[in-house]
């Protein structure tokens, strides 16, 4: 790959912006496209490299900036008899340069790691920056008493709750933005005021039932809308008898890793050896917003419209729902 690509790549990595790579993986001459040229495309259409004739460019374009929205790797192939080409898993576009030759080009979007923000010092907020690093995540940690002894893989360490640099950097993707709220008992309220916002697209408080209805309660009192407080999920994390601080962390991240599955519209598989019963299965219903199956039983979201329960895998999607209902709700009469 050439040089000037890698150095703008490594450049709007490090600035957190979306680009896509797309690289010739095979050609058919007659054809100025070579095996290996590649060309940079970004968020906003631009163009830079070299993919053969000008006339590849706009499917270029147009196909990577569909990568880019779908967050998947696509495989193009630019024929000049495109009803001859019948290869799986390849899309297949005219090519409309006069040298008459082929191109495939593979199309690989890069979006920036998703960002976790942890709220406290405790052990547990320890533990979730730790395994968070673990995974991928970039991970702030916000607390005053907060420091690089507490926290020494994190990548920034914050010691103003409401810092506007956090706010700042929240807004670039709120939508791979996850927060964790582990104060136990330490500014609790005013952790949860900073991280709603942030709108981060999960949001989870590290405590029991009954304290956080008590933090729920002071916060309604204090002002905060319900319909905010309903997109925190607690207790924080799976249901997986989680004891100890790491413990705790990893039901946290696994619930976060859920979540972003459902979000991309993958299905989230049942545990290894667990028994699927009919009645069950038949008895759960679809996120009307993400898709996702959720069981009526044990859903913490749900919402009534129109003499209709509606089921939701979060609170973020409850609050999509009721922003727009028309637009996910069935319609009357259908069942």
Excluded at 154 to 164: A, I
Excluded at 226 to 249: C, F, K, M, T
């Amino acid at each position: 790959m050439r040089a000037d690509i890698l150095r703008l790549a490594a450049d709007l990595a490090r600035r957190g912006e979306l680009f896509a790579l797309a690289t010739v993986v095979r050609r058919e001459p007659p054809t100025s496209a070579q095996l290996g040229d590649c060309a940079l495309i970004t968020e906003g259409g631009t163009f830079h490299g070299w993919l053969g004739g000008s006339c590849t460019r706009p499917t270029a374009v147009r196909e990577a900036l569909k990568a880019l929205s779908s967050g998947t790797p696509r495989l193009i192939a630019l024929s000049p008899d495109p009803g001859a080409v019948d290869r799986p898993g390849v899309t297949v576009v005219p090519m409309t340069c006069h040298s008459g030759g082929s191109v495939d080009i593979y199309i690989e979007p890069v979006l920036p790691a998703p960002r976790l923000i942890v709220f406290g010092v405790a052990p547990t907020a320890q533990a979730v920056a730790r395994m968070g690093k673990v995974l991928g995540y970039v991970v702030e940690a916000v607390d005053p008493e907060a420091d690089k002894a507490a926290f020494p893989e994190v990548d920034c360490v914050v010691t103003d709750l409401h810092s506007p640099e956090v706010v700042q950097r929240s807004k670039r993707d709120p939508a791979h933005l996850y927060a964790v709220i582990a104060t136990l008992g330490e500014q609790d309220e005013e952790a949860i005021r900073a991280a709603l916002l942030l709108e981060p697209a999960y949001l989870g408080v590290v405590a029991s039932r009954k304290r956080f209805a008590q933090l729920r309660e002071t916060l309604v009192a204090e002002g905060v809308a319900r319909d905010e407080l309903d997109r925190i999920s607690n207790p924080a994390g799976l249901e997986i008898g989680a004891v100890s601080p790491e413990e705790i962390a990893l039901s946290v991240l696994a619930e976060i890793v859920q979540w972003r599955r459902a979000q991309e519209g993958r299905t989230v598989g049942r545990p290894t050896g667990a028994v699927e019963d009919t009645a069950a299965s038949a008895a759960e219903q679809l996120d009307p917003v993400c898709g996702m199956t959720v069981n009526p039983e044990t859903s913490r979201h749900r919402a009534d419209l129109a003499g209709q329960t509606y089921h939701f895998c979060s609170g973020s999607c409850r609050k999509r729902f009721l922003a727009e209902p028309e637009r996910f709700a069935a319609p009357a009469g259908a069942g």
